[in-house]
């Protein structure tokens, strides 16, 4: 079993910060990609951030320059800095990791999902 447990959305003003985290937890050989995706009331599922093993990170084009991806790869955590947040922000927050895990021997590729976590940035 792997559990992606998110922390840190809430009620922001505009222009203010948040930081979500994500914490990897479980039976698994190792975590590859670790992402932030959202999805807005009535919109698709978007990325938008994400962050490999090895520390490479892509933005979305709408949040370049104001949110900062990272990871702490010995606590399995990945975080995200949402700094200069607009009300176009608003939405659920789910965290993703692609994971290799052990299946009756065998090494499998697997993505799993957190919860999501709301963040909602209005006056």
């Known amino acids: 079993q792997v559990h992606l447990v998110e922390s840190g959305g809430g009620l922001v003003q505009p222009g203010g910060s948040l930081r979500l985290s994500c914490a990897v937890s479980?039976?698994?050989?190792?975590?590859?990609?670790m992402s932030w995706y959202r999805q807005a009331p009535g919109k698709e599922r978007e990325l938008v951030a994400a962050?490999?093993?090895?520390?490479?990170?892509n933005y979305a084009d709408s949040v370049k320059g104001r949110f900062t991806v990272s990871r702490d790869n010995a606590k399995n955590t990945v975080y995200l800095q949402m700094n200069s947040l607009k009300p176009e922000d608003t939405a659920v927050y789910y965290c993703?990791?692609?994971?290799?895990?052990?299946?009756?021997?065998?090494?499998?590729?697997?993505?799993?999902w957190g919860q999501g976590t709301q963040v909602t940035v209005s006056s």
């Open positions: 479980g039976s698994l050989y190792s975590i590859h990609a």
């Open positions: 962050i490999t093993s090895g520390g490479s990170t």
């Open positions: 993703n990791t692609e994971a290799m895990v052990v299946v009756a021997g065998v090494l499998v590729q697997y993505d799993y």
